[in-house]
């Protein structure tokens, strides 16, 4: 049974940083792009960065120069580093693989940027 959690999220300052991490169990996924999604309040969930099994890593345009996506295939685990936060950054983060979401989303881990 695949599960997928996610954790770090917190309450943080604009300009602040931040760290999510994402585990995933239950599936072998170290052929498989990873990805992490968020969610803001009254909108659809979007992507914002995601790492191949080559190491090859893209970013929404909105975090370019601010996020940082890392993986560590062995242990099918997933960070993103969040520097100079704004307040539209704030959602639920969900990490997932790309381009096709698996059918089994985690809980998500809310970041609120707010001063």
């Known amino acids: 049974q695949v599960q997928i959690v996610e954790s770090g999220g917190a309450l943080v300052q604009p300009g602040g940083s931040l760290t999510l991490s994402c585990t995933f169990s239950g599936t072998d996924l170290r052929r498989s792009t990873l990805a992490w999604y968020r969610q803001a309040p009254g909108k659809e969930r979007e992507l914002v960065a995601r790492v191949s099994r080559d190491f090859f890593k893209t970013y929404a345009d909105s975090v370019k120069g601010r996020f940082g996506v890392f993986r560590e295939t062995a242990k099918d685990m997933l960070w993103l580093q969040m520097d100079s936060l704004k307040p539209d950054d704030t959602a639920v983060y969900y990490c997932?693989?790309?381009?096709?979401?698996?059918?089994?989303w985690g809980q998500g881990t809310m970041v609120t940027v707010s001063s």
């Open positions: 997932n693989t790309a381009p096709q979401p698996l059918d089994v």
